[in-house]
């Protein structure tokens, strides 16, 4: 068995807490260095690399001297805010030794289920990689209520690893990974080393609550594999305290737990876009466009609009009909209603001069439409 990292090309790392802050004692600043050197190696080998990253909370009750983890929310808040600091500063000192930039990121479930931000956060994290930045993600503890919660960095970094159309995920933590029964109390238990996310018989294997320095356990691990498999993406389990271990998983070593994804990548975008949408308008377009989307998968530009129906927003779903009305295609668009009908029947270059802004020279990219 070969570990799927090493032909991954996009990838999220999340690190939890317990290990991120030595089990609650402070910022393991050499942990933090040894996550740095990881991921500059497997950024050498052309890989681009999003880090998850719990620890704030952990941190900031640690400076605060908390002995434990509060349950208010507000004090949750306060110590994020105080640990955010630390964390941050420690992350940019260690990449800085290998002559990387990071940036930081906080996001909140409004952030990924309002699609306007959705495609926003995902722009901003795709023009990161681009710039060869490594981007740093924590939930924004700071703002968040019980209601917008993730509840833990493990759904947290399935949900960017959707958002970024990732090849994997990898989640460190301080297990070796997911074994058929707790091995502290049941010594028959066997360690799992491959399986396929999202089956029952997983979710029955990963009973347990979290550490006390952190929010999540392996369930919580089980379902954010479940959930970065929606989008064809791979997970892997492994122990964070293992000696370079991202660097071997990218050599195709099997370390941890590896849950497969039951479909790939593009086969579950495509179904999601083709089946799972509610559409919002339509895009009539000239017979040459229609053609050019429904048998060369191109990507529809605005001259080749003929005409726009309905009303909606930047990211929503759309259908796109021939002249006769047949649908060819359905898709998530760069422009609004309003928009489009401005720049409809416009060549590309004209888009700033009309609009005073170009966000995107397609009106929907081939990556975010499906061919009928």
């Avoid at 933590?173 to 109390?185: C, E, F, H, I, S």
């Avoid at 594999?225 to 997970?235: E, L």
């Avoid at 930047?314 to 928009?339: F, I, K, P, T």
Wanted: charged share 20%; proline share 2%; net charge negative.
């Amino acid at each position: 068995m070969q570990s799927v990292i090493h032909a991954g090309s996009r990838l999220v790392v999340k690190v939890g807490s317990s290990l991120v802050t030595n089990d609650g004692k402070g910022l393991d600043l050499a942990a933090l260095a040894r996550w740095a050197a990881e991921i500059a190696d497997l950024k050498r080998r052309g890989k681009q690399v999003v880090l998850v990253s719990s620890g704030a909370i952990a941190e900031g009750c640690q400076r605060l001297g908390w002995s434990s983890r509060p349950k208010a929310v507000h004090e949750l808040q306060a110590a994020a805010a105080v640990g955010q600091m630390g964390l941050c500063q420690a992350y940019e000192s260690a990449f800085r030794e290998f002559g990387l930039q990071t940036a930081q990121v906080l996001l909140t479930h409004e952030d990924l289920t309002d699609r306007t931000r959705y495609l926003n956060a995902r722009s901003t994290l795709t023009s990161l990689l681009n710039l060869n930045v490594v981007p740093i993600i924590n939930e924004n503890d700071t703002v968040v209520t019980d209601e917008i919660r993730f509840g833990d960095n493990d759904t947290l970094g399935a949900l960017v690893t959707n958002l970024i159309e990732a090849d994997a995920l990898v989640i460190l933590t301080d297990q070796q990974g997911l074994y058929t029964a707790d091995p502290r109390k049941n010594p028959d238990a066997e360690f799992v080393h491959e399986a396929v996310a999202g089956t029952p018989e997983l979710e029955a294997m990963a009973g347990g609550a979290g550490s006390s320095v952190g929010t999540g356990g392996m369930m919580t691990k089980i379902l954010a594999a479940k959930r970065a498999a929606r989008s064809g993406a791979a997970t892997v389990i492994a122990c964070g305290r293992e000696l370079n271990v991202l660097s071997r998983l990218a050599d195709g070593e099997a370390i941890g737990t590896q849950l497969l994804a039951p479909t790939s990548r593009m086969t579950a975008r495509k179904q999601w876009l083709a089946d799972h949408l509610i559409l919002t308008g339509r895009l009539v377009l000239d017979s040459g466009a229609a053609l050019a989307v429904r048998q060369k998968r191109s990507s529809l530009l605005p001259i080749g609009v003929l005409r726009v129906e309905g009303d909606f927003l930047r990211g929503e779903a759309v259908a796109c009909v021939d002249e006769s009305g047949v649908e060819v295609a359905r898709g998530l668009v760069n422009y609004s209603s309003d928009e489009a009908r401005l720049i409809m029947q416009k060549p590309t270059r004209a888009i700033e001069g009309i609009l005073g802004y170009l966000v995107e020279p397609e009106l929907i990219h081939r990556d975010n439409m499906v061919a009928l």
